[in-house]
């Protein structure tokens, strides 16, 4: 549904993306995720003709955003994070606005959609009151409907949640997952258990380059991390610790919380165990986290091992790590990789993607002519 093929922008001198591809499938919610400055709304920007590219292709629905923009806008949805409201009409006004210039100019039918779109969303008790004395979840809301108002084939989202609260970001999320049947969504978001529970793959952009396309899992598999597991035991740690590290395969094995079931004057520290204070550790249930060789699944073993030694377990759990983890992981990799100086962006200098987004681009031209941009350190 969208093809990106090294899509490349520049501001001047200064590069905000460099040589970027990706594909989004029909029906496939795709996260796309990037600190500060990484380059995402300036790709989200480009996908939907709002800027155009230096070099590279966008094509959606087989449409070329650059040479069939107006063909290529009818089949995308697009919730920039500040949403272009205009205060002084109401909830259904603008709706009924934004549904004109849609191309929705039957009035009967656009009325019958405005209203689809505003109970699907839980607009309706404002559909008469102006946009200017909305709430900020609300007009999230409200611009959420005007990028759903044509029906749309893609849907671009940025930051759809923000300023919503809990019920209202479930309730988004809910409905997101609901859209990712029939349209194809791009997401953008800070709130990465959001991408964890809305998202099939995952993009990851930093400093303008793509770093990693994959799924949540596969992106947790491929960033070099053992196969943890957790247990809950109940026994004398010393013997159960001993248990678990002669397991084939186990590279380590510690006792990492102490639980209720000992007596308070037999208590210890709840803190990781560094294997000097096992032996004085007295019996009862304790948390343990065993670590196997990269690609091992060891959790058959451990519970072999545990049930064989005469011990109770009361638990046992493979321990992945967060999309969190491996975002972080991802881009510290990818800045040993580059070799960048940490504290400036090699191609968009110390203002970054911040003033891109803000500034008009005459100004950014004639800013960046100025600009201070760092050069990359050698290696020896």
């Known amino acids: ?28 919610i795709l996260g796309f995720l990037g600190p500060n400055g990484a380059g995402k709304t300036t790709t989200m ?22 040479d069939k923009s ?52 839980n607009i309706g008790d404002v559909a008469n009151k102006l946009v200017g004395q909305l709430s900020r979840g609300y007009r999230q809301r409200v611009g959420l409907a005007q990028a759903l108002l044509h029906n749309p084939d893609a849907l671009i989202l940025d930051e759809p949640t923000v300023g919503l609260d809990p019920v209202q970001i479930t309730e988004v999320r809910n409905l997101i997952k609901e859209l990712g049947r ?17 998202c099939n793959r995952v993009v990851i952009i930093n400093r303008g380059r793509l770093v990693a396309v994959d799924t949540p899992i596969h992106l947790a598999e491929g960033v070099g991390e053992n196969h943890s597991v ?87 759990k493979s321990l992945r790590l ?8 991802v881009i510290a990799q990818n800045a040993e990789e580059e070799d960048i100086d940490p504290e400036f962006d090699e191609e968009l200098g110390e203002e970054g993607e911040e003033y891109v987004d803000e500034a008009d681009e005459a100004e950014i031209a004639a800013r960046s002519r100025t600009m201070r941009v760092p050069v990359r350190r050698s290696r020896p």
């Not at 549904?1 to 989004?24: C, Q, W």
């Not at 003709?49 to 070329?64: E, I, N, W």
């Open 182 to 198: 029939n349209h194809t969504v791009i997401l953008s978001t800070h709130l990465l258990p959001e991408v964890s529970m809305v």
């Open 70 to 121: 107006l063909d290529a806008r009818r089949h995308l949805g697009y919730l920039p994070e500040t949403v272009p409201l205009y205060t002084d009409l109401t909830t259904f006004e603008y709706l009924d606005f934004r549904g004109r210039i849609s191309g929705l100019h039957n009035g009967r039918e656009r009325k019958t959609r405005i209203f689809e779109v505003m109970d699907e969303l």
């Open 230 to 316: 957790q247990l809950e035991v109940g026994g004398r740690p010393a013997a159960v610790l001993s248990t678990l590290r002669s397991v084939p395969g186990i590279m380590k094995a510690v006792v990492t919380q102490q639980e209720a079931s000992v007596s308070n004057d037999q208590a210890t520290a709840n803190v990781a165990v560094d294997g000097k204070l096992e032996a004085a550790l007295p019996a009862g249930t304790y948390t343990y986290q065993a670590e196997g060789r990269e690609g091992m699944d060891v959790r058959s073993k451990l519970a072999s091992a545990v049930v064989g030694g005469g011990y109770e377990l009361l638990e046992l």
């Open 1 to 28: 549904m969208i093809e990106v093929e090294h899509l490349t922008k520049y501001y001047g001198p200064s590069a905000a993306l460099r040589d970027v591809t990706f594909n989004v499938e029909q029906g496939e």
């Open 322 to 329: 967060s999309l969190e983890d491996v975002f972080l992981r």
């Open 45 to 66: 920007r480009i996908i939907t003709g709002y800027l155009p590219a230096s070099s590279g292709t966008v094509r959606v629905a087989g449409f070329d955003v650059a």
